[in-house]
């Protein structure tokens, strides 16, 4: 039972991570696409006195999605900011209760992101929300769609990393 347990979690942990790959490829080709529309946009504006119109709504609202597109992977990778002050004293079960903690927390607060933005996503759907400034309106409803996935998403990779961080605290050393 405890080896078929141990099988199953390392599947679950191998496909969130394969996942979150996917996710920070995407943000990656989200990221070079918004670079080649900048780049664009200040070539057309400086040489040609013709700026691409609705490129400040895109970049906006692109930032926020490449940022929580990326989260994912950044968990899973540990590679979250934090002091190591007390951290590098601590044994391993320590450590392991640290992590867990940590991942309890941000587990808690990708949640409440998704718990919280829930309703403005379903009202955005609703009213098909857009932004912009007459001559190009961007939707919002898909922007909102991802950050509440998102929370999701992060709420249920942080559940593993606390799952790691109590069962083999010594991956942690």
Known sequence: MVNELSIRAKRIDAI???FSKSLNVVSGVWLF?????????????EV?????HGTNEIVSNSVLSI???QLP???????????????????????GI?????????GLVFLGIAYGSWENMIESWDILE????????????????????IG???????????????????SYE
């Open 98 to 106: 640290t992590e867990a903690t940590s991942y309890l927390l941000a």
């Open 152 to 170: 999701f998403i992060g709420a249920f990779v942080c559940s593993l990393m606390v799952y790691k961080s109590l069962k083999i605290p010594e």
């Open 130 to 149: 857009l932004e912009g400034s007459g001559i190009v309106e961007i939707p919002v409803y898909p922007i909102r769609t991802l950050v509440v996935f």
């Open 48 to 52: 040609f006195a013709s700026p691409f």
């Open 73 to 95: 992977l950044t968990i899973i990778n540990r590679s979250s900011l934090r002091t190591t002050i007390l951290y590098g004293k601590m044994g391993t079960r320590g450590k």
């Open 16 to 18: 969130s991570e394969s």
């Open 67 to 69: 940022l929580m597109l």
């Open 33 to 45: 696409s918004i670079t080649v529309l900048i780049l664009y946009d200040v070539i057309g504006r």
